[in-house]
């Protein structure tokens, strides 16, 4: 049975599962207590996916000498994701103003979301500290930017230049198929830890209650995610391939991955099946998914600058009452400038950096950002649901552009 059948499925039993069970007392703690195992075992197959697939796919790159061509759609890529997207987030708002609800973390401290953000910054340099390069792999699951950095050097003196090297790399394509391997596994049967982290995504809502007490907020940046995904993404992607792909066939061929993204709120815990997806249903050779989907995820986070620019000004009228346009524009540049750094703030993206724009903008709401952290798993999961769709559309158009993408028949889609 297809990928997105499964998936969808599960997503809509978890809803199910968050209707039955919302209101007994436990039911939320094991069910959450299950989804966060599901997902560190997700980075049992991320890390290793990088590790090996990473390297290969740069040196296999680096080798038939098209990593000149990847690198520019990619850039352009990027440039485009990360400028316009929160641009038009902020043309939306100002159509469409609504206030930021009152929720149950709104009273915290104002130095809580500083004090994360320092913490969890200090950490993610640590990684860098020039130790081994093992012990940095044995510390990625906190900082993907360092393993990927020190993956990427070994990818390319992995490139088979002479006679002695050509060996290691045939033996690091090989692992690399293996990891492919793991992944489509992974993807086939991630049907299953989609159901715990939709009923999971389900129960924290109905728990919050915001959602349910403020649905205009709700509504309006769903829509706002829904735009971006079904309209502004595919523009764009018609624009870098030339109108030559179709975008919704992308779309729909990496539902899965979308369904991982939004409810596990973790981009990297759709990583390998975003890759395995990439390869086997949209036709892209897996030294372009491997090399394109892991920078993509790094650097194009214009799905997660869209939704904190929606966030802060939002935030910004719920204390102000007005919203100028002059803000709204300003406040989507600073979105896309602090999207480049959210990749050293796992899981908490939308989070820190909301707190980082306002600081940018040098506007203080009193620790009002706290408010966020309650609804991580509505807004955290649209922003890396968007960042995902980023990410595998990145590998077609490098594919189309270089002219090594395959259509690949229905019947051998997953």
């Known amino acids: 049975m297809k990928t997105w059948i499964t998936y969808t499925t599960a997503l809509l039993m978890g809803l199910a599962v968050a209707l039955l069970f919302g209101n007994i007392a436990g039911a939320s703690a094991a069910i959450d207590a299950i989804t966060s195992y599901l997902i560190n ?20 790159i680096r080798k038939d000498r098209i990593g000149g061509r990847c690198a520019k759609n990619i850039i352009l890529w990027t440039i485009l994701t990360t ?3 929160p641009f038009v987030s902020s043309l939306l708002y100002i159509a469409f103003p609504f206030v930021f609800p009152v929720t149950s973390s709104a009273g915290s401290s104002g130095d809580i979301v500083g004090s994360y953000t320092w913490y969890m910054l200090q950490d993610s340099l640590s990684a860098f500290h020039p130790i081994n390069p093992f012990y940095t792999i044995m510390i990625s699951s906190r900082m993907i930017v360092a393993l990927t950095i020190v993956m990427w050097l070994f990818g390319c003196f992995l490139k088979p230049s002479s006679d002695t090297i050509r060996p290691a790399y ?6 690399s198929e293996v990891m492919y391997r793991i992944a489509k596994f992974y993807a086939v049967f991630g049907y299953i830890m989609v159901f715990f982290s939709a009923s999971s995504f389900f129960m924290n809502l109905y728990k919050e209650k915001t959602v349910l007490a403020a649905p205009v907020f709700a509504i309006c940046i769903c829509a706002t995610a829904l735009i971006i ?10 624009f870098m391939t030339g109108f030559k792909r179709n975008p919704y066939k992308s779309l729909h061929q990496q539902t899965a991955s ?4 939004l409810t596990s709120a973790d981009v990297l815990f759709c990583y390998p099946a975003m890759l395995s997806l990439s390869r086997t249903n949209q036709g892209v050779q897996k030294r372009i998914s491997s090399s394109t989907g892991t920078f993509s995820l790094l650097v194009s986070r214009g799905g997660s600058a869209s939704i904190i620019t929606t966030i802060t000004l939002s935030m910004i009228y719920a204390i102000t009452g007005s919203m100028d346009v002059n803000i709204a524009l300003l406040t989507a540049f600073a979105s896309s400038l602090v999207s480049f750094s ?9 989070v820190i950096g909301t707190f980082l724009v306002l600081k940018l903008l040098n506007v203080n709401l009193y620790g009002a950002e706290a408010a966020i952290i309650s609804i991580i798993p509505l807004v955290g999961g649209l922003a890396s649901m968007l960042d995902a769709a980023i990410a595998f559309l990145s590998g077609k158009i490098a594919a189309a552009n270089i002219n090594i993408d395959t259509e690949a028949p229905y019947k051998d889609l997953i």
């Not at 995904?229 to 018609?238: C, M, Q």
């Not at 990749?343 to 939308?350: G, K, L, V």
């Open 41 to 60: 075992l997700g980075m049992f197959i991320t890390i290793p996916m990088i590790v090996f697939s990473f390297p290969s796919a740069i040196a296999s």
């Open 83 to 85: 400028l316009l997207l």
């Open 170 to 175: 045939a033996v690091m394509n090989s692992f």
């Open 229 to 238: 995904l079904l309209i502004l993404l595919p523009l764009l992607f018609s």
């Open 258 to 261: 979308l369904i991982l993204a």
């Open 342 to 350: 959210l990749a050293f703030f796992p899981t908490m993206e939308t």
